[in-house]
């Protein structure tokens, strides 16, 4: 194609702001972002958005703000022009919203435009209006602060009205948009109308309190409290893994009180929960990161979604640790880092069920003994029993079975033990072989046992792995493993990661390796098929060495394998070593998949259950 010759020449300004606009003016909700924007910026503490036909018919956008003087109001208007920097040092220290200059100007290409504005010592109101291309002003009414109204939006650019969605899917646009804002600024109050009905007002309150109205009820009570202070702070709300939803549709973050959606930090996110949500889950979270402002180039993306970090490893680390943090709860009590957890395991002479081999098969081990000695003698600690042999601290008889099943529940009439050392309570039963009942200080509590006994078993082998510690353990006779040729090939390639997790071996054949050892933890699991998902994940992933998501996924597996099987009779003690166990297992709230490993029914829940008053 041949295109006819032409003289290089400047665009004519209107034509620069009709771009500009392409960037920054998508659709109405743009719009409403950069008023609101300037809104805030003015000091408002009141803003009220009007909306017509989902704003494509009008726009209009009021404030109590500062105002703009007389003078200034062409200039507002007009490219490139900005009252918030004047020199470089300004831009990178920038802390307000607006900086571009231009969102008035673009704006005003591509729609009608008033702005009337009046400053606290003006005599009253001026107001400035783009009719047939050109700006006129004129002494106008109206209080202290601006309103800027948008009527037909994209009139003079018909192709993007085009591309535009349902009335009410572009007001729910606008919404999105002033929620972001309101968000970031609980002091302001804020009101929305459509088609002139009140749709939406939010009083003047505090971060908290604003993440309730904007959010709702039902995402703070399913959600923790990220709190996070100093030089780089987070804070704000992350949702608990089980209440995640296949929808994105509240993930709020900003950075210095700008929204942003930026794909460093929308993975720090995703890695804070890697371990705890199914991967077509999605978080939801309202955070507020404070960084210095040089620290920080918000000036990367036209209409400032994305963001630009100094050191953007240290931040993504810092973000999904703090998440990952607040996530970390145990069950029913404070979160606790594996390196201060005072873990029984690390007091001689003690196992603790869950690092014994194999974990249910021997009860008649030392190492089992012992912890049902333990949990016993918690139990008299708390008050949940009475020694049957009298005075604590007299031998206790582990073999005489009679006096377990009164070791691990509360005796008939009396109450439940106060003090938070058990917060998941005493086992009363097995239900279908697949659910534990349990009674605690609230009620009554049910605990899906495979998935508990998943979690903990994956807990203990990142762990382990951590430090270098996964134990393996000889197998008396080695095992032949019959293995496909990319498994054996991961298996020659991988040998040393392998090693690293616990596992042993050596060729047998062309096709067979001798399966030597295994991890120690998860010898209860069939050794051959242990390996064989082992050395397929391997050689799926290609990878040269096991890296940290996928090795997470390869300990996944592996926990999934070792786990307590439903229909697996548990007695007493055992099912109560589990829940000791969960009580001091990180993130033991949720199995690998993110679905819950227990609930809670509190007595009054069970009152109501049966119309009892109390
Ligand atoms: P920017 O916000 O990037 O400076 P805009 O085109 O959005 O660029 O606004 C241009 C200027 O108009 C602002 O710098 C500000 O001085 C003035 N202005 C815009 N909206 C308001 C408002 N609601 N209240 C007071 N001043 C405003
Ligand atoms: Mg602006």
Partial sequence: MVYPKRAIALLPDHLISQIAAGEVVERPASVVKELVENAVDAGASRITLRLDQGGLARICVEDDGGGI?????????????????????????????????????????????????????????????????????????????????VRNLFFSTPARRKFLKTEATEFGHCVEALDRQALAAPHITFAVFHNGKAMRSYAATDQAGRIGQVLGGDFVAASTAVEQIGPLSLQGRVNVPTAAKARADSQYFFVNGRAVRDKLLMHAMRMAYEDVLHGALQPNYCLFLAIDPHLVDVNVHPAKAEVRFRDSRSIHGFVSQAVRAALAKTAGTSPKAPTN???????????????????????????????????????????????????????????????????????????APQGETTPLGFALAQVHGVYILAQNQSGLVLVDMHAAHERILYEQLKNALDVRQVESQALLVPIPVALDAQSLEAAQRETDALAELGFAFSA???????????????????????????????????????IEATRNELLSTMACHAAVRANRTLTLPEMNALLRRMETTERADQCNHGRPTWVQFSMAQLDKLFMRGR
Avoid: C
């Fill in 69 to 149: 003087a007389p003078e200034d109001l062409s200039l507002a208007v007009t490219r490139h022009a900005t009252s918030k920097i004047a020199s470089l040092d300004d831009l990178e220290g920038v802390a307000s919203f607006g900086f571009r200059g231009e969102a008035l100007a673009a704006i005003a290409s591509v729609a009608q435009m008033t702005v009337t504005s009046r400053t606290a010592d003006a005599a009253h109101a001026t107001a400035i209006e783009n009719l047939q291309g050109a700006w006129q002003q004129a002494p106008s009414s109206g209080g202290i602060g601006t309103v800027i109204d």
């Fill in 341 to 415: 957890t005072p873990d029984p395991a690390s007091r001689p002479g003690f196992y603790p069920a869950y690092q014994q081999t194999p974990m249910f098969a021997n009860e008649k081990s030392a190492p089992y003994l012992a912890f049902v000695k333990e949990v016993f003698d918690r139990a008299v600690d708390t008050g949940a029993v009475t020694d049957p042999k009298g005075a604590a601290g007299q031998s206790f008889d582990p073999f005489n079975r009679t006096i377990e099943p009164e070791a691990s529940t509360w005796p008939a009439g009396k109450a």
């Fill in 508 to 546: 047998a054949s062309e096709t067979q390796l001798a399966l030597r050892a295994v991890p120690r933890l998860l010898a209860d699991a069939d050794p051959a098929q242990l390996l064989k998902d082992v050395l397929r994940e391997m050689a799926a992933s290609g990878s040269s060495q096991v």
